[in-house]
């Protein structure tokens, strides 16, 4: 299989997982719309990260990869995507499992480092599951600062995320190195934020989210 089929499925898949993706207002009833620009996904040329992350290729969400060509006020690589897709070495029920825990963007993540043999990052990503299983929108903070770096080559991210290890005390800890991380990006942090409070939106009755710089 090559490179550009694997893309190719991991973006079809992923994006039918993220059209299925409805949240229903509890008081209302009816589908929170403020949730559909943060749901579209296209193929990105990342940077070279360091001699062992070579980006390539990307599956990204549009908005995240907005941001950072915003910022750098460049044209991006983004690809048209033709021909029929070819599934990737990827279980459905993978896939499926992440649309339910609403945890899409984390999923896909591993699925790219998987594809990438990021194993390191992968790594990080199942620690992390492990410290947050219980708490979605920070495992999704936590995928979306690492798309950001992917894409706008930013290795410092990386080495503050991998950093640390996943004993359950050092929870608080990884947290602090994503608050600290996303306020040196005060767009990049909002739009996170943004995107976290509509997807979780009926959870926020039972616990607050996490914001970053609050006390």
């Known amino acids: 299989m090559s490179i550009s089929q694997a893309v190719i499925s ?13 949240v229903i207002d509890a008081s ?14 296209a193929v990105y040329h990342g940077g070279e990260l360091s001699q ?5 290729l990307v599956v990204a969400p549009t908005f995240i990869a907005q941001q950072v060509l915003h910022k750098k006020e460049k044209r991006s690589g983004s690809l048209s995507l033709h021909g029929d897709a070819v599934h990737p070495q990827l279980p459905l029920q993978f896939i499926e ?18 594809r990438l043999r990021w194993l390191d990052i992968a790594d990080d990503l ?8 219980d708490e979605p929108w920070h495992l999704e903070m936590f995928a979306l600062a690492y798309f950001y770096d992917l894409l706008a080559n930013c290795s410092g991210g990386f080495d503050l ?10 929870k608080q800890h990884r947290l602090l190195l994503l608050n600290t991380y996303l306020m040196q990006t005060p767009k990049l942090c909002n739009l996170i934020d943004d995107y976290v409070f509509f997807a979780f939106y009926n959870r926020w009755y039972h616990a607050p989210p996490y914001t970053p710089g609050a006390p």
């Not at 009816?30 to 559909?36: E, I, T, V």
């Not at 995320?161 to 050092?170: D, F, K, M, Y």
């Open 97 to 114: 499992h992440a649309r339910q825990s609403r945890c899409v963007y984390f999923s896909l993540l591993m699925a790219e480092c998987r």
């Open 10 to 22: 991991l973006k079809t898949f992923y994006q039918a997982a993220l059209d299925n993706y409805a």
């Open 52 to 56: 062992d992350h070579d980006t390539g």
């Open 126 to 133: 199942q620690g992390l599951a492990t410290l947050f299983h």
């Open 28 to 41: 209302t009833e009816q589908p929170l719309l403020a949730l559909n620009p943060y749901l579209r996904l």
């Open 161 to 170: 995320h991998a950093a640390s290890s996943h004993l359950p005390e050092q």
